[in-house]
């Protein structure tokens, strides 16, 4: 504003920076926070395994990870900490440290970290996400993103690398994805370089397409491929073939086969799938076949890449939202599964919900209906009364304001 002075004497004039109005109290930020400092004070099963050797850091609702290189010496200290402070960010290292608490990283005195996965709706490229926008997040998103994980641990994790369920821990991220920790003792000396050929591997990155096909593009000769049963990709590739085959031509067409293909090999599935058991592709005439079968597995193993944060596998130092805390995103727990075999029936709209107790006043602008606890809320156009984790998960979302406890 321009305030006029009166100095000496002459007038003059200058210019200030002054708040248009006194700041709004937001009464939602007080009750999430009160609501995530109750949470902390009351939860049982926060503390990692090896709690002492691991590195946390905290965050903030605008950054997530705002304070780093802190360690806690048990969960007494650990849930003391996050109440107090109503953290609504944390997260903990994959790794094991010596001193885990020193800086810089070299200082800690590394001794191990487990392999993990995050897999994350976001960069699916899911049919709904372009009607609804990658933001919002429905329960098909949640539901494909349990089934990539589903897949990463029952299709590579357990029959390529051999590990087991009880090596595993898996868990909600709280938002939109899952996290898979390998704790197997194998594991946990790999280096960044070994890391990287697990997801090099897993995204089916460095696949040789001769190997697969090895008399693909000899003139005249018989296309001899894999098998369902065969070890590694080459199963991979028959047995995902095979299942897009059975499911109909819209599923050929969504492995880019043009529509006239896609409706010959539906035609003749029997007779195609019973070539690929005995490795024999060529059941079909399918014009400039060496490219076309290229073209399919090139696609297969792209939209695999596409769901695993290969970053977060290949640095053994990275910090991952901590199991069983709060997502200040969302208010759900980053729920830690009892088993991976539960992941089949978990539901993180019901089964991840943190704020069961009481109702609250919202004035909300949603534009999707909301799936939570077996119940659709919205969408939304004004002030409601919602269960408060319907109001806290739209208010952290930016999608309503709070106005009250009830
Ligand atoms: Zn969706």
């Known amino acids: 504003m321009l305030l006029k002075l009166f100095i000496g004497a002459t007038w003059i004039y200058i210019y200030v920076d002054m708040p248009t109005s006194p700041t709004v109290k937001d009464p939602g930020l007080d009750i999430v926070n009160r609501l995530i400092s109750d949470y902390y004070r009351n939860c049982a099963g926060i503390a990692p ?47 094991y440290y010596r001193f885990p608490e020193k800086r810089p990283m070299e200082r800690k005195g590394w001794i191990g970290s487990e392999l993990v996965f995050d897999l994350d709706v976001t960069d699916m490229n899911l049919q709904c996400q372009s009607k609804h926008g990658r933001q919002w997040i429905c329960p098909t998103c949640l539901d494909k993103v349990r089934d990539e994980t589903i897949k990463l641990i029952y299709d590579f994790l357990i029959p390529d690398f051999g590990f087991s369920e009880e090596e595993m821990q898996v868990n909600f991220s709280g938002n939109r994805g899952y996290h898979v920790h390998v704790k197997d ?25 001769g190997d697969i096909f090895p008399t693909a593009g000899m003139r005249g000769e018989k296309l001899v491929g894999p098998r369902p049963e065969d070890k590694g990709w080459r199963g991979k590739i028959a047995r995902s073939f095979i299942k897009s085959l059975n499911e109909g031509i819209n599923a050929l067409i969504g492995l880019g086969i043009d529509r006239p293909t896609a409706a010959r090999l539906w035609k003749n599935r029997a007779l195609v799938q019973m070539g690929i058991a005995n490795g024999n592709w060529d ?38 939202r901590l199991a069983n805390s709060i997502h200040g995103g969302s208010g759900l727990i980053a729920k830690k599964l009892h088993s991976a075999k539960d992941l089949h029936d978990f539901d993180p709209m019901k089964d991840a919900i943190a704020f069961r107790k009481g109702f609250v006043r919202i004035s909300a602008k949603t534009d999707n209906p909301l799936h939570m606890n077996g119940q659709r809320f919205g969408p939304y156009g004004g002030e409601i009364k919602v269960p408060t984790y319907v109001g806290t998960y739209l208010y952290l979302k930016g999608m309503a304001k709070i106005t009250n406890f009830i």
């Open 49 to 95: 395994d090896r709690i002492v050797e691991r590195e946390f850091g905290v965050g903030n609702f605008d950054v997530k990870i705002s304070k780093r290189h802190m360690s806690f010496g048990n969960e007494r200290i650990l849930k003391e900490y996050l109440s107090n402070n109503a953290v609504p960010y944390v997260s903990s290292s994959s790794a």
């Open 185 to 209: 003792k194998d594991v946990i000396m790999l280096d960044a370089a070994a890391r990287k050929q697990i997801t090099d591997y897993i995204a089916g990155i460095g696949i040789d397409f």
């Open 283 to 320: 059941m079909v005439y399918i014009k400039s076949k060496a490219s076309f079968w290229r073209n399919i597995l090139d696609r297969q193993a792209v939209s695999q890449s596409d769901r695993i944060d290969s970053n977060v596998t290949n640095d053994p130092t990275h910090l991952l």
